[in-house]
């Protein structure tokens, strides 16, 4: 069982930067992939990124390729998306997600969410 907890959402100017940070409880977190996704009112979920358990592994949406980074830190059982050059259309709900053996895309293969976060971009 993996517990998750997001932290670090707001809102910011079109341009600028935030750090997500998603803090999970469990001894075996690092047995685990994780994974970034976003849901803005009346859409989809969507994938925005994901790291492999060792972290050697980074897997990012077309969208958001070269202005997000992914990370993880196992010792302190976190994982990280930097977001850079923030566009309004960034604008949504960030979650991340766990799930054994290797990461997905797919948000259907992920069995653990936290509550998610609100991050708003404004123009």
């Known amino acids: 069982q993996v517990q998750l907890v997001e932290s670090g959402g707001g809102l910011v100017q079109a341009g600028g930067s935030l750090r997500l940070s998603c803090a999970a409880s469990?001894?075996?977190?690092?047995?685990?992939?994780m994974g970034w996704f976003r849901q803005a009112p009346g859409k989809e979920r969507e994938f925005v990124a994901a790291?492999?358990?060792?972290?050697?592994?980074?897997y990012y949406a077309e969208s958001v390729k070269g202005r997000f980074t992914i990370s993880r830190d196992n010792a302190k059982n976190t994982v990280y998306l930097q977001m850079n050059s923030l566009k309004p259309e960034d604008t949504a709900v960030y979650s991340c997600?766990?799930?054994?053996?290797?990461?997905?895309?797919?948000?259907?293969?992920?069995?653990?969410w936290g509550q998610g976060t609100q991050v708003t971009v404004s123009s």
């Open positions: 790291i492999s358990s060792s972290a050697i592994s980074t």
């Open positions: 469990g001894r075996t977190f690092s047995s685990y992939a």
């Open positions: 997600a766990a799930r054994r053996y290797d990461y997905s895309s797919n948000y259907g293969h992920y069995a653990y």
